[in-house]
């Protein structure tokens, strides 16, 4: 044991060292404080009902109906019980408080890789920091991304465990790769799990090649066979969740279109206008150096300050305290310090840290490591996709002919692997230089090299800013308009206004670029003292792990702080009933929608979900026929005879003049299931769609002519004024109707068809049922009276459970045996 700590001591050390700096950083948790996250307390609306369930039956529902009519819950919460990742999973959310697991968890992961790498305990550890506290990784989960955040965490020790069955330890190697390869794919962001997919085969490329010249074919093939093993048990362990969400896919926003596109060659996947809303800007790309080159964040913090141009500009035209102004100003025109080129702005710049990007360029002149030439290059890559729409040619490329490439929004994020190239190659850099392979002028030259470009820059950035940039956005020219219409068409004080904010931005971009000109002098005294050997490498490099951190937790602060974190009971809170709200979830009826006006754009707001059954909603995974119907019958009118069809009973509005909410009931709606008078078939969708703009949903059923032969094999006939149909109890994968006809008949299920799942029992004997109206589901219903049960059985979800199973088995197994294996090869080496 004794011999174990005094081994092991250095590394307990800092992983302790971690486990402080992350209290440290997140101090408020200590005090029973949580973060305040956007998207966390989104997913509490959404999730609503879901967890209402569960709490009262112990299981969670397959299906929800709190937004858009209705919508399978495998990309909202399901539990997955049989796969054993998802009690992995469990264990880092609740070990450590949120979000101190998932940092430790970035962590720990970059430290194993690097001491993977055979990088000294400290480099390892300022490596770990400098991919850990990378910007985006902190803006991710101030913002509440939390499942990004997770399989972000587990990059590094996926490629670890690569590295080390690549080195022959197959069994170890092997199995690790499918642990944390089936962790990374249960945290449950695809995009994040295929963009380093991406990398990955870039990197087994580079080492198939390489293996080929070297006549290592057999040894790689060995290695292979061994990965491609543990991606098997890694996917069978997650069937159940990629089983749903692949089928699930194609029929949302992701899939392919009903409706034909216009202009557009693609019907499949996401439009590039929305895929490209989050596009990196190319001069963007130097934020990694210079955080603040583009103004930060998209807000005006430092430009309401009272030493700022803009605020003494509009101060000497207002004669008084110009802030109300500018918040203006802020809010009606744009105006504000960011001026990249994204058409949509997430929290803050891609910050890389100034001495992991100079040892990055001391990497890149100094290592021959051929990991160099796969971190170059992905590096380059991604940059050029992250800048999607802003420079396509790439892009276009990828998104047209790469497969699942169109499936993916915010082609920014796929920087987040970069995150981790950058500081790979940086570790890889130091270590070179201190092996002793090299000469110590060598050495030196390429030190100053690195030290030359980014110092450079950075100081061309401070002393003539605008030799390399504008600091004027796209739309400076209709701010300078807007702003001369509303100071009377007097264009001088538009113009000085719009100056003042350019000035502005420039002090921004100086002031960063003066603190990054420090951390490059204190990074570069630090490393060319430890090839010097002015000062212990030990020493050095603790210092240079501290250097890094400052740097980084300096920037980090400006998009995660303390004020990011409320009370526990705030959160839990967040949601409170307004009058409205209690009024309508007085009703007892089980199953009714409601439409909220008051609230903005109602597809684009949860808020209403976490009270009531909704017509709206947000969620980036809806069903294209949702969405279809959304921009065809609501964005420019809202189409009633819709609404009616959605049974939507309750629409909430608010006055425009004095905020005051009102609510009223809509006594068309068609209510949960109905008999209709005839049937009206149409030849596509084009045409279901156009039907349903002007119709009476509660006598004519729209019917797509594909399903024609269904209803003619049934003979529904003449309507029955008698007849009714009534839904008796409710929960969200299972629906019961009672109804009476003297003959066969139509019946209108105020539902949201989705076959792969949901299936139709007259009496317990499943019946066969249709699309109608675009989205509802429908049936032809035999005379008498009956029971009509809709259960969410998809197959997808039960089978996948089983195979879970059995690849979480083998998984256990695989493990188990490497571990024996390992230490019975240790024996065998101490007893030698």
Known sequence: MNNWLKKNGIHLAIVAFFIIICFVYFSPVLQGKAPSQGDVLQAKAMAKEIM???????????????????????????????????????????????????????????????????ANPWLAAAGAIAFAFTSYNFIIIAAGHSNQALTIGFFAPILASIILTLR???????????????????????????????????????????????????????SFAYLAAAGLVALLVNAGTLWTTYEYSKYTIRGQANLSRKGEANDHGLTKEYAYAYSQGPGESFTVLIPNLYGGAPNIDQIVKPESKTYKTLQGITGGDPTQAIYQLYQNLGFQQYWGDKPLVTGGPFYFGAIICMLFIFGLVLVKNRLKWWVAGTTVLFFLLSFGGNFPIVSDIFFDYVPLYNKFRAVESILAVVGLLVPLLAVLAVREALEGQYDEKYVLKKLYIAGGITGGFTLIVLVLPTLLFSFTSANHNDIVNALTQMAGNDRGVGTNIANALVQDRISIAREDALRTLIFLAIGFALTWAMVKKKVKAEIALVLLALAVLVDMW????????????????????HYEPRDVDNFILADKDPNFRVMDLSLGNPFSNVEASYFHKTVGGFHSAR??????????????????????????????????????????????????????????????????????????????????????????????????????????????????YKYSTSRDMVAVFSEIYYDKGWKMYVDNVEKPYFRADWLLRAAVLEGGNHTVEFRFEPTSYYAGEKISLFGSVLLIAGLAFAIYSEQRNRKRVTAK
């Open 168 to 222: 022959g330890r197959y069994l170890l190697g092997a199995s690790l790769t499918a642990l944390f390869l089936a962790l990374n794919i249960r945290a449950n962001h695809v995009q994040m799990t295929y963009y380093f997919f991406t990398a990955l085969l870039i990197y087994i490329a580079i080492e198939v090649y390489h293996a080929y010249k070297q006549g290592r074919m057999k040894e790689f093939g060995r």
């Open 52 to 118: 209402d369930v569960r709490a009262k039956d112990g299981k969670g529902p397959l299906w929800t109906n709190q937004m858009f009519g209705g919508m399978p819950a495998f990309q909202i919460w399901v539990k997955y019980p049989m796969n054993i990742t998802t009690y992995g999973i469990d264990i880092i959310k609740g070990l450590f408080p949120d979000p101190v697991g998932t940092v430790l968890l970035y962590l720990l992961g970059a430290y194993f890789l690097f001491c993977v790498l055979r």
């Open 623 to 736: 069903l294209m026929r949702f969405q279809e119907l959304i921009d065809h019958q609501f964005s420019k009118s809202i189409n009633q005879d819709v609404l009616d069809m959605l049974n939507t009973k309750y629409i909430i509005t608010r006055n425009p003049e004095n905020g005051a909410y009102g609510m009223q009931r809509n006594e068309t709606a068609c209510g949960n299931a109905w008999f209709v008078q005839s049937v009206q078939y149409v030849k596509n969708a084009d045409e279901e769609m156009k039907a349903i703009s002007s119709f009476n949903p509660k006598n004519e059923a729209i019917v797509d002519v594909r399903f024609k032969k269904l209803l003619e094999e049934r003979k529904a006939g003449l309507p029955d004024a008698n007849a009714s149909i009534k839904l008796e109890s409710y929960h969200p994968d299972k629906l019961v």
């Open 554 to 573: 300096q920037v980090d602060r400006r998009y995660l702080n303390n004020q990011n974190f409320v009370a526990k009971s705030s959160l839990q809170n």
